[in-house]
């Protein structure tokens, strides 16, 4: 049985090409080299040494035909490869195993936009790709909902399962070490530290943040990870792009999001292996898989309680700051997040996918 992947691009980049990226290591270490189907790939990451690559290319293409045109191309270029079994991390409508990390109809319900002709497009891309695929993959119980409630996926079809995370790599500082980073990021030792991981600021909530710190006498401070916030003051502080993203979680209190939209948010289980509570809306994917005691979960959009939980949080910052940072990581994440074991799922999938094709 031979392997294929699919995904925008090999490189560092959105949780969909990391998550491609981790199955690939994942599958070398099973001694299995995949098709690896992209637009893109970054030579110098190790990853592109573990696949067979195939680019193809779209950059001639004006980017709302670039989808549709990729995955026309697929179809064929799986057939030269002679894969079996492929498994879809972007929008294809030819894998066996379709990827869902998020929908286009969910993220436009939640934004409340209507759909333009080029979100028309991509739906109709997603929805065949979801409608071929011998098993979908969902990231988060938030996408099977929406599967079936959007897509009219049969339930039957769908397989949840949450994405991995790296356990060496996320894991909390060793003693007598988050002193040390916290000076090396900027914080104080009086400040409270709300970490925002985030490259889309309105789409994560940024504004709602702000105005649930504005005329506060809590000593709240937001250290904003990614693209430049607009503005930066006394509770707004930019950290830049930080690619130890894992040392940000260790130096900081707490990993704030107020998504609008968040298929699974995968910053929040990397949050809460390192040591540090999150405090996110109830619409975020990942929040069903975070334990109670690590989690402060407050009314998506809902500016009066997002202050009540923040209150919630730092109050209980000031019992938690003499333990061990080890005491919330530990059991703080309800699934088993190693690459490893996503593998396994996924290549038991795969094989009882390849043995139905030759009954």
């Not at 189907?37 to 290319?57: C, G, K, Q, T, Y």
């Amino acid at each position: 049985m031979k392997i294929g992947l699919s995904a925008n691009a090999l490189k560092h980049g959105g949780g969909l090409e990391r998550y491609a990226m981790d199955l690939a290591r994942g599958l070398a270490a099973q001694g299995i080299e995949p098709a690896f189907f992209a637009r893109r790939f970054d030579w110098a990451l190790p990853e592109s040494r573990l696949v067979e690559a195939h680019r193809i290319n779209v950059s001639f293409l004006p980017g709302k035909l670039r989808d549709g045109w990729f995955s026309w191309r697929v179809r064929a270029a799986r057939r030269a490869a002679r894969v079996d079994v492929l498994i879809g991390c972007n929008r294809v409508d030819s894998s066996e195993i379709a990827i869902c990390g998020g929908t286009h109809r969910g993220f436009l319900r939640a934004i409340g936009r209507e759909p333009t002709r080029a979100d028309r497009w991509q739906i109709a891309l997603e929805s065949r790709q979801y409608a071929s695929a011998r098993v979908v993959i969902a990231h988060s119980d938030l996408m099977r909902d929406e599967l079936v409630d959007l897509y009219g996926i049969d339930d039957a079809k769908i397989r949840v399962l949450y994405p991995p995370v790296d356990g060496e790599r996320f894991v909390p500082a060793k003693r007598g070490a988050r002193a040390a980073l916290r000076r090396r990021f900027g914080f104080a030792d009086d400040e409270i530290v709300l970490l925002f991981p985030s490259s889309s600021h309105e789409r994560k909530g940024l504004p709602l943040i702000e105005a649930a710190l504005r005329d506060t006498s809590l000593p709240v401070v937001v250290a904003v990870a990614g693209r430049a916030p607009e503005r930066t003051g006394s509770r707004v502080r930019y950290l830049g792009y930080v690619k130890d993203i894992e040392d940000c979680y260790r130096a900081a209190d707490f990993t704030i999001l107020a998504s609008k939209y968040e298929p699974f948010g995968l910053v929040g289980i990397e949050s809460v292996m390192c040591g540090t509570p999150v405090i996110f809306p109830s619409n975020i994917g990942c929040c069903d898989a975070i334990s109670e005691h690590a989690k402060f979960v407050f009314t998506p959009g809902d500016l009066r309680n997002l202050r009540q939980v923040l209150d919630a949080a730092v109050a209980s910052h000031v019992r938690r700051i003499a333990h061990e940072r080890a005491d919330i990581a530990r059991d703080a994440v309800r699934y088993e997040t190693s690459v490893a074991s996503h593998v396994d799922a996924l290549m038991t999938l795969a094989t009882s996918i390849d043995a139905g094709k030759h009954l």
